[in-house]
């Protein structure tokens, strides 16, 4: 346990260090999200209607774009060799990492989502239910991530590949995300979809750790 | 009983299962040709005409079986990965590796004929019907297997790297397939559906499933034609891969 | 009791050693030889458990090292050619964060002092990146002193020190083997530590 908050520790004081790489994921979303009002129209209706796909889609592109330097780094100065041979399960380090890169790639956009939420004129309960559902969603987004970026660590053209990888494992937290926010527009409530979001946090908390030190071992060999 | 299973054994060496496959792949192509004539003659000459469709429901034929095999060929494929996985068996993973291709191409002919009926039907060329959608994330999980065995230069570490993929998408799909029916049933716009299919005479469903046999035969044709030349890719350093006849090059005198 | 037994290494096509026997004991220490591309590294990695031998196995005290890894791991210490430290952290915080994934908790007072005794001194609290080459090395030799492991893997330690952290790193192995400990060292270069058992690649 002190081993998985050393890492989680090391990993956010190295980002507090260089601040420019935290912040990529989240000015990501913002661009994004703010792109699209005028690419489509300041139809206030029509804004409200596409809130949560645009929203959803934005956080997914912001977090691809942050998830190849989760363990790129360390693999290249050689401290994830050392993770590995280390007497601490590697398991238990592995989501440390996941941990921090969640804390600096996943939170921030939850709590940036209400900001452009107003953007798209969504009220206060979709906001909530937006950010309920990010809360939930995202922390899946890094843990299935770190599977595709331990196995496509040290490859060549990792970025595009990696994306390729995770998009298929990310369609379901999309669709029930932006269901859930779209429902409680609805009317219909968002409590089937904000279910089926924790179902699959706690289905990838106890199998994408595993999954991630496998690829991660099988990268280092 | 050990000595049957040491005998089955025999064949998990790339050596002795190159003139064993050399020896099946005949028999498949002949089998394929065999459902093949038979399932086509069912589709186009026996099956009634549909009441509402016409004449143009019969690319299901085709459709259905393409749609079958591509799920039933990702089975397969991770299990062969998984088995090469965990035994650390190079053939295992090399079977995993030539089925990828095949799979892919029925996933895309599954979407292609999807098209075409969907076109003279409804008017449109793409409908997001669950099962339309999911074959093509299935498709992507195809593309981004043969991609990371693609991008991976050592053979070894491909194949431990594909497997996982391929178990984390085997997991994956059921999630995948439940979360896009859900996201169908839930925006009713488009009231359209292939899965709307003509009620099913027994001609029908005796046509789709000779396709599916054929195209099953024909998968394990070109998978075991795919998997020779794998093996000689990568054995292409040992001896007994150069004292065969096929790779023997001519010195000039 | 680290020994292995018919070792073979396989990269790409290429087999870069077969049927290789070795074993080292407490208080000796083992000089991997060869040319560049033969092999050091590869095998250096195989007994740290990096990676897994095409053949043959890696034994800790007559045990393969598959069977008892955590175990195993506790024991040795392992250096590759990398500096493994986060160039954004100071020596200070690189060192007690690999303390702590060590499992062992090491107090600021024995860190400084190993920092001091490498001649860091002035320079532990700056972020690695703004060191020279020899200084980031140094810090290696930190985790050597602090870290109580009976079995070093060392892939060109003696790369980029100069002649006084040479004779540092020359002090610290001669300690370390007169405690019982074992080494696996690979260098081009000769050694300047007495009576090694050379394994030629």
Known sequence: MSAILAVLQRDLMVVVRRKSEALTALFFFVIVSSLFPLGIGPEPGLLRKIAPGVLWVGALLATMLALQRMFAADHADGTLEQMAISPSPLVGLVIGKIAAHWLVSGLPLVLMAPVLG?????????????????????????????????????????????SLLVLPLFVPVLIFGAGAVESHIAGLGAGGHLSLLAALLALSVFFAPWAATAALRIALE | ????????????????????????????????????VAGLWMGFFVAPTDATQGE???????????????????????????????????????????????????????????AFWGKPMWGTWWVWDARLTSELILFF???????????????????????????????NVPIIYFSVTWWNTLHQGASVSINKSPSMAMTMLWGMLLMALCLWMYSIAVALTRVRAIILERESHTEWVKQLPETKVEVAA | MLSAHGLSCVRGERRLFAQLDLAVDAGQWLHVRGENG?????LLRLLAGLAQAVEGEVRWCGRPIQSAESEYRRHFLFFGHQGAVKEDLSALENLRFAAAMDGAALPETQALAALYRVGLRGREDLPIRVLSAGQKRRVML???????????????????????????????????LAGGGMAVLTSHQTMPIAGGLVVQL
């Open chain 1, 118 to 162: 107003l953007q798209f004129d969504l009220d206060a309960g979709a906001l909530g239910v937006l950010m309920l559902a990010l809360l939930l969603g995202t922390p899946v987004l890094s843990l299935v991530g770190a599977i595709g970026a331990a196995l496509t660590l040290g490859v060549r053209g990792g970025g595009v590949l990696l």
């Open chain 2, 1 to 36: 009983m050990s000595k049957q299973l040491t005998n089955w054994f025999r064949f998990a060496s790339p050596q002795t299962f190159y003139p064993l496959a050399g020896k099946m792949i005949p028999v498949f192509w002949v089998l394929a040709v065999l459902f093949g």
């Open chain 2, 56 to 114: 143009g429901y019969r690319i299901i034929f085709v459709h259905v079986p393409t749609s079958w095999m591509s799920m039933f060929i990702y089975l397969v494929m991770a299990g062969w990965a998984a088995m090469g996985l965990s035994l650390n068996a190079r053939l295992s993973s090399m079977m995993a590796q030539a089925l990828a291709p095949t799979g892919a191409l029925m996933a895309f002919l599954s979407l292609w004929t999807g």
């Open chain 2, 141 to 171: 999980l195809y593309l981004g297997f043969i991609a990371l065995q693609a991008s991976i230069e050592d053979p070894r570490r491909a194949d431990k790297a594909g497997a996982i993929l391929a178990l984390v998408g085997v997991v």
């Open chain 3, 38 to 42: 033969a092999g050091k590294t590869s």
């Open chain 3, 142 to 176: 930190a985790r050597l002193a602090t870290r109580k492991a009976r079995l070093w893997i060392l892939d060109e330690p003696f790369t980029a020190l100069d002649t006084k952290a040479v004779d540092l790193l020359a002090t610290l192995i001669t300690e370390h």
